[in-house]
């Protein structure tokens, strides 16, 4: 299924990261998308459901989260650092 997520012509995309969300009882995995309007720079989030991921995006899901999770860890041990 295609994304749902909607990209003008003046959109470009600054980065993507993966991220399950969970609770008791459910689970969701998405796709956080940040996009910036090249027209006034504003910044918005947008996601990429489960069901709505590429081949390619659920392919590489689990090995993104895996970098995603190394990544905020070391942010965070650089922050407890100062």
């Known amino acids: 299924m295609a994304e749902m997520i909607k990209i003008s ?9 993966p991220e399950v969300a ?3 009882g459910w689970a969701n995995t998405l796709i956080w ?17 489960g069901d709505e991921m590429s ?11 895996g ?3 190394s990544f905020v860890a070391a942010v965070k041990r650089g922050f407890d650092k100062k």
């Open 9 to 17: 012509k003046t959109d470009s995309i600054v980065t993507a990261w």
């Open 22 to 24: 969970s609770g008791p």
């Open 33 to 49: 998308v940040l996009i910036k309007d090249r027209r006034d720079g504003v910044l918005r989030m947008e996601s990429i459901q």
């Open 55 to 65: 081949y390619d995006e659920r392919l590489l899901f689990p090995v993104a989260t």
């Open 67 to 69: 970098c995603t999770a």
